[in-house]
């Protein structure tokens, strides 16, 4: 019990002396979402703590003040969470629906089998696999395609949405921006995939207690996060599931089928 009280005063120390908020868990009345970032900000009282009425400029301050993501960019995302479940104030529990923010194949969560359920604990299984499938001390782009691979499979034969495809790609991005150790690399300068590394033990940390890890050198980026910062990071997300796969390298998504055959063809000559 001290020891869980000394870490406990560790956090909090090192929140004061960072100038974060500290950290406190969900009590029982406390509502959450499907997504760790939303939770982690309602659990540092970023966001109302209660995780109730919460507006679109809400989410987009919280954002911004936190991880440094483009207020603007992360209003829009709100507004549409806000059009999509008619309301002018959402509740985090709002989001854990079809069509809003829930999807199937999610990095942390089980898919939902009954639509009117408001369980939006995290899979411990699920974060595990995550954490396991880089065989180095990050998360990376591959390992990341590794996992939303097997998750993908384990949806099957569902499918996603190509908008629930995006967001599931999104979210995938935002993990390795979010805890990248050191600063992120600008989407205009076309970062190579190897470029981002989130370390396990970060990474691991915030999606099981949804709290940032200042005493695990977490800290939010240093310049403003925009949309195009999501660009390369995606992209290598998504090549790299296509090659684990086997299926080629991007390019051939986009050239017909007996086209691919005869450059194939063509090129073995």
């Given at each position: ?23 406190e868990?969900p009590?029982p ?16 009282g ?23 993501i ?19 104030f ?7 629906r079809?069509?809003?923010?829930q ?14 359920s ?46 629930e ?26 970062p ?21 890890p ?7 980026s ?48």
């Open positions: 019990m001290a020891s869980k009280i000394a870490i406990a005063s560790l956090i909090a120390l090192s929140a004061a002396s960072e100038g974060l908020r500290p950290w868990a009590g009345d406390d509502l959450r979402s499907p997504c760790p970032m939303l939770n982690t900000l309602a659990n540092h970023y966001l109302p703590h209660n995780g109730r009425n919460i507006s679109a400029q809400q989410f987009a301050d919280a954002a911004l003040e936190v991880v440094n483009d207020g603007m960019a992360i209003k829009q995302v709100a507004n549409y969470f806000l059009r999509a479940a008619n309301q002018s959402i509740d985090l529990t709002d989001l854990n079809p069509g809003i923010l999807h199937i194949a999610s990095l942390t969560r089980d898919d939902v089998k009954d639509p009117d408001v369980d939006v604990s995290a899979s411990q299984d699920r974060i595990h696999h995550l954490i396991q499938d880089s065989d180095t001390d990050c998360i990376t782009v591959a390992s990341l395609a590794k996992t939303r691979l097997h998750v993908e499979d384990l949806s099957s034969p569902q499918e996603l949405t190509v908008k495809q995006s967001l599931a790609y999104v979210e995938a991005g935002l993990l390795l921006l979010v805890m990248n150790d050191g600063p992120v690399p600008s989407g205009w300068s076309f190579p995939a190897t470029a981002y590394c989130a370390p396990k033990k970060r990474v691991e940390t915030w999606l099981t207690e949804e709290r940032f200042e005493e695990l050198g977490w800290k939010k240093e310049r403003t996060l925009g949309l195009v910062d999501f660009v390369p990071v995606i992209k290598g997300i998504f090549e790299e599931k296509r090659l684990q796969a086997g299926k080629g390298p991007l390019w051939k998504s986009f050239i017909p089928s007996f086209l691919q055959q005869e450059t194939d063809t063509n090129s073995e000559l």
